[in-house]
């Protein structure tokens, strides 16, 4: 009897996650949906001037923004984390381990707005001075969530490369070929796709990242045209004018988040479909 | 196993119970609730002044909400609430409402201390912020791109400054957006190249207030509405308040409600 109860009510617990995905689901879609409807799919996917008290609702820059920093992002985090799960798996020894291990954890675990005061009060000035501009910008935000996605890439991509049997190291290195070959050529192109899906997830994590983002980033409505421009990306424009927002203006907001979701839950998709390929 | 079910359910017997005692107590049928709702730029102050005014007034309670200017106005025809608080001025349908001016809140154009310009027509401001001019080198200084802020779409302070300075042209979309007066302020304060727009308040030496066609934005200025850049403080209700409801806009109007606005960088109105 006893043993029952526990099992359906862990299972009921385990269950109410997943309903809790689902309201959200539900919630973003029904806010979000009415100003499709009204404005037109075109008009708000594809227009360029986002003015929601005046009724243009255009978030065509900030979809585009948005895509640039993530993978401004990616340039910046990707080889950095590749290297360093490479570092990790095949040449630390136990005790880099247990030291490096540990300090990336931590690095996960620091909230954003640090990432984001860190970016404003040494990175923004740094740029503004060495390289001009506002220091607002896209390299800005860039370098920031390069860090921010690093954890997320090594974690990820140091396990791939964990699962790749020991027998292929010791044939490749039987055949003749140094340890650099052996990773270069057989380790890295086996675990490939669990890589492939940490810069998947990476990018998840660039792309849904806000608050650092808007501390950085100078949240101008433009495209911006070079890299030491100030840009919008579609979470920061959600916290930015929630706020305030009432009418067609909070509809605009949440139609902004039914684009956000979709973009994440086909990254995800990816980065699901790249490991079980993987496997 | 029987002490967790215990722990849950005396977590929701003690959820039950808080709910409980804020809806029967009898203290709260006794007391008088004001509903207070509207611009965002007024709530904090005024959500000072209901602080100190239940202090004098334990019987009264006071809920101060946002929303925005135009959704307090609306709520005030409504009858939903008891005050509404707008930072602009009534338009020709909403002047129903009874007005009562409470403060001014100057908007101060604020520049880095290092930058040499302490004087600019309203003209070159809208030109600065509608993309027209954009190097300092235009306006007589180094060649060097302006960085100018302004505030996110909604707010009332970008609203004021949109009517007040905008006048009919639109704020360029390359210009960059924080949603504060507070991180406008950091900007202009880190970045020398920067300009941007705040409550007169906040200004202190870490920004530059500009003069505006040769008039200083201060206390003396706005005054004798000399400086232009100006909003009004508005509480609106619907016909003749409640009892309490004018207690309370008695005290605000008062000597000391004016101070504590006065404190807060505002100018009263007594």
Request: hydrophobic share 45%; charged share 20%; glycine share 8%.
């Amino acid at each position: 009897m006893k043993e029952y109860f526990v099992k359906y009510m862990l299972m009921a617990f385990a269950l109410s996650s997943l309903f809790f995905l689902f309201l959200i689901f539900i919630f973003i879609l029904f806010e979000g949906l009415p100003l499709f409807h009204k404005a037109g799919l075109k008009h708000i996917i594809l227009g360029s001037k986002w003015a929601p008290t005046k009724g243009s609702f255009g978030i065509f820059p900030m979809i585009i923004s948005s895509f640039l920093v993530t993978f401004g992002a990616l340039i910046i985090g990707g080889p950095m984390g590749l290297s360093c799960a490479i570092y990790l798996s095949e040449y630390s020894g136990k005790r880099m381990k247990m030291f490096l291990k540990p300090a990336l954890e931590l690095l996960a675990g620091i909230p954003s707005v640090v990432y984001g005061f860190l970016g404003v009060v040494y990175i923004v000035p740094l740029v503004r001075d060495y390289f001009g501009g506002p220091g607002f910008s896209l390299l800005s935000t860039s370098l920031i969530l390069g860090v921010m996605i690093l954890p997320t890439v090594i974690s990820i991509s140091f396990d791939a490369l964990m699962s790749v049997p020991k027998t292929y190291r010791e044939g490749s290195l039987a055949m003749g070929a140094t340890k650099w070959q052996t990773i270069y050529k057989v380790v890295v192109p086996s675990a490939k796709s669990g890589i492939l899906a940490s810069f998947i997830l990476g990018m998840g994590r660039a792309i849904g990242e806000t608050m650092a983002v808007i501390m950085v980033a100078g949240n101008a409505l433009r495209t911006p045209l070079s890299i030491l421009d100030p840009l919008r990306t579609l979470t920061s424009n959600i916290a930015l004018e929630l706020a305030y927002a009432s009418g067609d203006h909070r509809l605009g907001l949440f139609s902004t988040g039914v684009v956000l979701l979709i973009i994440i839950m086909i990254l995800n998709y990816i980065a699901n479909f790249g490991i079980k390929k993987g496997s | 196993m029987s002490k967790a079910a215990f722990f849950i359910f005396l977590s929701f017997v003690t959820l039950l119970s808080s709910c409980s005692i804020n809806d029967n107590s009898e203290i709260a049928k006794k007391k008088h609730t004001i509903t207070i709702a509207g611009s965002t730029s007024v709530m904090p102050f005024v959500e000072k002044l209901s602080e100190h005014f239940m202090v004098d007034n334990p019987n009264i309670i006071v809920n101060v909400q946002s929303g925005g200017s135009t959704a307090g106005i609306q709520a005030c025809f409504n009858k939903t609430i008891d005050i509404g608080m707008s930072s602009r001025e009534l338009k020709e349908e909403e002047r129903a409402l009874k007005e009562i001016l409470i403060c001014y809140d100057g908007i101060s154009i604020v520049v880095h201390p290092k930058n040499p310009i302490k004087d600019l027509p309203l003209t070159k401001i809208r030109a600065i912020f509608s993309g027209k001019i954009k190097n300092w080198k235009e306006l007589g200084w180094i060649d060097r791109k302006i960085d100018a802020i302004t505030r996110e779409e909604g707010s009332g302070t970008r609203g004021a400054f949109e009517e007040l300075v905008m006048k009919n042209e639109e704020i360029d979309d390359a210009i960059m957006v924080q949603d504060s007066n507070g991180s406008v302020k950091e900007i202009v304060a880190t970045d020398p190249y920067a300009i941007g727009y705040i409550s007169l308040g906040l200004v202190d030496e870490r920004v530059k207030g500009l003069a505006i066609d040769g008039i200083h934005a201060n206390i003396q200025n706005i005054t004798s509405r000399r400086y232009k850049i100006v909003r009004p403080f508005l509480f609106l209700t619907n016909g003749a308040p409640k009892e309490h409801v004018q207690t309370f806009i008695d005290f605000v109007l008062s000597k000391q409600g004016q101070d504590i606005l006065r404190k807060e960088g505002l100018v009263g109105v007594r």
